[in-house]
């Protein structure tokens, strides 16, 4: 039987790729998002390069337990905001390696550091960017989409 924390990373799981969707349509097949309650030393990872192996794999360790408590937060609020965080990782990874007009996008709004630019997908997904920022994310994605799931070309 699932655990209180696979049950909440479950919906917080549907919800993200409902977001995702319907904000800027993009329809990941699956993400795949394994809970690790012993792992320990992160909240949350992303597996690097897993995205080209069928879909994005995202870890959480039982550490999300304790980091919700701290907060004040939900389980499924603290899952969604890691969610969100972890694809930012992913996305940053395409655009380095697959695009260069992608990348140029990214670096222009954030730089070479890649923590910011994931921690902004939170603010994103949260409702909480600035305008500048949604802008330059929606920016961003939709070009990620046309890439990665509409298979269009540089
Ligand atoms: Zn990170």
Redo the contacts with the bound molecule.
């Keep these: 039987m699932d655990t209180r924390l696979e049950r909440a990373v479950a919906r917080a799981k549907r919800r993200f790729m409902g977001d995702l969707k319907s904000r800027y349509g993009i329809s990941e097949d699956d993400i795949r998002v394994v809970v690790k309650p012993r792992g320990r030393g992160y909240v949350s990872m992303?597996r690097s390069r897993s995205q080209y192996d069928g879909s994005p794999l995202f870890w959480i360790s039982g550490s999300l337990e304790s980091a919700a408590a701290e907060l004040g937060e939900s389980l499924e609020d603290v899952a969604y905001d890691c969610i969100a965080?972890?694809y930012?990782?992913a996305v940053h990874e395409f655009a380095a390696a697959q695009d260069a007009g992608l990348w140029r996008l990214v670096e222009r709004g954030w730089g070479y550091d890649?923590?910011p630019f994931?921690?902004g997908f939170v603010w994103l997904f949260r409702g909480l960017a600035g305008t500048d920022d949604k802008t330059r994310y929606a920016g961003v994605l939709r070009r990620y989409r046309a890439l990665a799931f509409e298979g269009e070309g540089s």
Excluded: D, K, M
Aim: net charge negative; charged share 45%; no cysteine.
């Design positions: 992303y965080h972890e930012g990782h890649e923590e994931a921690e």
